[in-house]
């Protein structure tokens, strides 16, 4: 039996619009795919540019390493950083240039302070011994300051041991104003047992007398005192006397001076006086003979 007309028509709508869905499908399929090309295509782009640029970083790392790592070896030579900072900078060199580590590199910085470190540490034990008790190391302390080192205790630890000491405690002043008197005048002075002896050094300097005439301590028969000019050492009383005295001889002097200065210009003004009243007594002489000439001659 024959299909009527109208289901005919209505088989091939159907077939027409199943074949258009099926395009707009493919369509679409292909429109995606071109998105995904497109974005593959950057992808695999940019990261070919970084690793053209990683290349490049790692062949510029390559290049200067030798450089830097002399670099960082000078600076630890010289005791400007310490080894771990020297290996830790080595280290962060690797990571930022994306370099394999290299063992060689290591070792010479540990060979570089392993030189270096004897006279670091002879160098800080000499500064502690001589800033906390006033002298130099002897050769058994530097030895054994730098087996202690060597272990890992750092120079304060060893500062710390050495104010543990008598001869370090020995040295504080014992009391406040006695280290207020060491401010003032200097010191301490310590006597051979390296015990304080209660004197201070003080520097008196030139002093400020003004240099008014050479021959004035002739003039004045006061003798300069021997500390001025000289450090003085003594107690606070004998230096605040010292002070005093060259206080006193200051002022005499520089009165002296003042003195010695008037009389010199009173002399000088009594000089020219005296050559003014010879010369008005000349010039009246001279004019009285004139005088005299001219009379004894008759014009008339």
Do not use: C
Request: avoid cysteine; glycine fraction near 10%; charged fraction near 25%.
């Amino acid at each position: 039996m024959g299909m009527d007309m109208g289901a005919i028509v209505s088989m091939m709508m159907m077939n027409q619009q199943a074949e258009a869905a099926r395009r707009e499908a493919e369509d679409a399929r292909n429109f995606q795919q071109g998105l995904l090309n497109q974005a593959q295509a950057k992808a695999d782009a940019e990261t070919a540019r970084l690793d053209r640029k990683a290349a490049e970083r790692k062949a510029a790392g390559e290049s200067g390493k030798s450089t830097y790592i002399a670099n960082v070896q000078k600076r630890l030579g010289a005791g400007l950083i310490g080894e771990d900072t020297a290996q830790k900078l080595v280290e962060d060199y690797y990571t930022k240039y994306d370099l394999a580590p290299s063992t060689d590199d290591y070792s010479g910085i540990t060979k570089t302070y392993e030189e270096f470190a004897p006279k670091q540490r002879a160098a800080q034990l000499s500064s502690s011994y001589q800033r906390l008790l006033g002298r130099q190391a002897t050769s058994d302390e530097l030895a054994a300051g730098q087996s202690q080192m060597g272990l890992g205790r750092t120079i304060g630890d060893i500062e710390q041991d050495i104010q543990a000491t008598a001869a370090y405690k020995k040295q504080l002043p014992p009391s406040a104003e006695a280290a207020r008197l060491e401010t003032i005048y200097g010191g301490p002075v310590l006597d051979e047992t390296g015990t304080r002896t209660g004197k201070y050094k003080f520097n008196f300097g030139g002093g400020t007398l003004p240099q008014l005439s050479n021959d004035l301590v002739a003039k004045s028969g006061v003798k300069t005192p021997d500390f001025i000019g000289k450090e003085f050492t003594g107690s606070a009383e004998e230096i605040e006397s010292a002070k005093q005295s060259k206080n006193n001889y200051e002022t005499f002097m520089y009165n002296s001076g003042l003195k010695s200065l008037e009389g010199n210009i009173q002399t000088e003004l009594t000089k020219l006086q005296t050559e003014a009243q010879l010369k008005i007594g000349r010039q009246s002489q001279q004019a009285g003979l004139l005088q005299g000439l001219v009379g004894s001659f008759s014009f008339a």
